[in-house]
């Protein structure tokens, strides 16, 4: 069963508007973590955003905001006021457990493009 | 300049050739990671340790191998046993404690032949 499903392949937004990325994921584990990292085309995995299980409020980096929703096991992530720059793939990933070098699982990705 | 440096960018390998990625950091990270990328998918995780002289099989380490000689390298050889090669191979570090984001280096993309 896949742990972390991104259901949206691509997406396609105006520049300046707020976009929010899906990502649902599937464990039995009370303490994980959730990541959204951004892949341009060069190929490097930049990390924008974490959310622990145990966090009460929602992260946000920025124009990057975390839409937590521990019950319906979703993380979706929100980028504010889009730029041509954000276009990219985004993945999501969870890291099952808090300590040691946990590996993380990456979702399928979404490509979004921001259109001028 | 800390960072994570993965050489070389392209690589083009001959079938039945073993060939060998290099990952090296100077972050002072304690772990550090092999993932693999398939065209539109997401990453994969080949193997990974958290210290020298240790290391453990991620979710596809066959016909791949590693060695972790010295903290600050990570080096990943993919052998002849390694059926479909071809892809884009990411390496990654982090320091240890309870939470920590992986940093990432720019990548190796392996061609066979």
């Known amino acids: 069963a896949q742990k972390i499903t991104q259901t949206q392949p691509g997406m396609f937004v105006q520049e300046k508007e707020a976009v929010t990325l899906d990502c649902t994921y599937d464990?039995?584990?009370?303490?994980?973590?959730l990541f959204w990292y951004k892949q341009p085309s060069s190929g490097e995995m930049i990390f924008l955003i974490y959310q622990g299980s145990y966090d009460e409020q929602n992260a946000t980096e920025g124009r990057y905001s975390l839409n937590f929703q521990k019950a319906r096991k979703s993380a979706n992530l929100v980028i504010s006021a889009s730029q041509l720059g954000d276009s990219a793939m985004y993945f999501c990933?969870?890291?099952?457990?808090?300590?040691?070098?946990?590996?993380?699982?990456f979702g399928q990705g979404t490509r979004l493009t921001i259109n001028p | 300049d800390g960072g994570i440096t993965q050489s070389p960018k392209y690589l083009f390998r001959k079938e039945g050739q073993n060939v060998t990625l290099s990952c090296e950091q100077n972050l002072n990270h304690d772990a550090m990671y092999w993932y693999r990328q398939d065209p539109g998918q997401g990453l994969r995780l080949i193997y990974y340790s958290q210290i020298v002289n240790d290391f453990q099989k991620g979710d596809i380490a066959e016909g791949y191998s590693v060695s972790r000689e010295k903290k600050e390298s990570f080096p990943l050889t993919v052998t002849s046993a390694q059926k479909n090669p071809t892809a884009f191979y990411l390496c990654?570090?982090?320091?240890?404690?309870?939470?920590?984001?992986?940093?990432f280096g720019p990548g190796t993309r392996l061609t066979v032949l």
């Open positions: 990654a570090t982090e320091q240890g404690g309870s939470y920590n984001e992986q940093f």
């Open positions: 990933a969870m890291r099952e457990g808090l300590q040691g070098a946990q590996k993380l699982v």
């Open positions: 464990t039995s584990d009370q303490s994980y973590g």
